[in-house]
């Protein structure tokens, strides 16, 4: 599983919301499907980039994640590298692109998991946003307050 940091939940977060607002999906292009949606808000890399990247690879998001091999050049593996620095796993890109990690599936109700596809919009939408919420949870479960309470307090500046 990702390790939870603000910027990835903002991320899938803004990713979820920009879908559901009518962002550009298509779920058999690399730049405008599941992982390709996150990998432009994650990444200073366009649809259009992150399309071409990966054709010049083998496969789609899942046959490429786990292909990868950090050091190649290739273009696409210079992206998945990126997402990787930002908190993500090869597993987790598999995982988003077919919306099937059990840990986020297991908070939606039966009925919805009976019915999710992974090439809807909204069920991506969706997932995203469940799964942004769960690592919410685990990245406030790593805050110790007692730990905060030693901070030094910070100083008023003018502005």
Same mark, same amino acid.
């Given at each position: 599983?990702?390790?939870?940091?603000?910027?990835?939940?903002?991320?899938?977060?803004?990713?979820?919301?920009?879908?559901?607002?009518?962002?550009?999906?298509?779920?058999?292009h690399m730049g405008a499907c599941n992982c390709?949606?996150?990998?432009? *808000?994650?990444?200073?890399?366009?649809?259009?980039?992150?399309?071409?990247?990966?054709?010049?690879?083998?496969?789609?998001?899942?046959?490429? #994640?786990?292909?990868?091999?950090?050091?190649?050049?290739?273009?696409?593996?210079?992206?998945?590298? *990126?997402?990787?620095?930002?908190?993500?796993?090869? %597993?987790?890109?598999?995982?988003?692109?077919?919306?099937?990690?059990?840990?986020?599936?297991?908070?939606?109700?039966? *009925?919805?998991?009976?019915?999710?596809?992974?090439?809807?919009? %909204?069920?991506?939408?969706?997932?995203?946003?469940?799964?942004?919420?769960?690592?919410? *949870?685990?990245?406030?479960?790593?805050?110790?307050?007692?730990?905060?309470k030693k901070l030094p #307090?910070?100083?008023?500046?003018?502005?």
């Open positions: 599983m990702a390790r939870p940091s603000l910027e990835l939940v903002q991320a899938l977060l803004n990713t979820a919301d920009k879908l559901s607002n009518g962002q550009k999906y298509m779920w058999g390709g949606n996150l990998a432009q *808000e994650l990444t200073s890399y366009s649809r259009a980039e992150i399309h071409e990247f990966a054709m010049r690879g083998r496969g789609d998001w899942t046959e490429q #994640a786990q292909a990868f091999c950090q050091g190649t050049s290739m273009p696409i593996e210079i992206i998945i590298s *990126e997402l990787i620095a930002k908190g993500l796993t090869t %597993e987790d890109l598999i995982n988003l692109e077919k919306l099937k990690d059990k840990s986020v599936l297991a908070r939606l109700p039966q *009925e919805i998991r009976e019915q999710l596809s992974h090439n809807r919009v %909204e069920n991506v939408s969706l997932y995203m946003r469940t799964w942004a919420n769960l690592l919410e *949870e685990q990245l406030i479960a790593q805050v110790n307050i007692a730990d905060l #307090a910070k100083a008023d500046t003018p502005v």
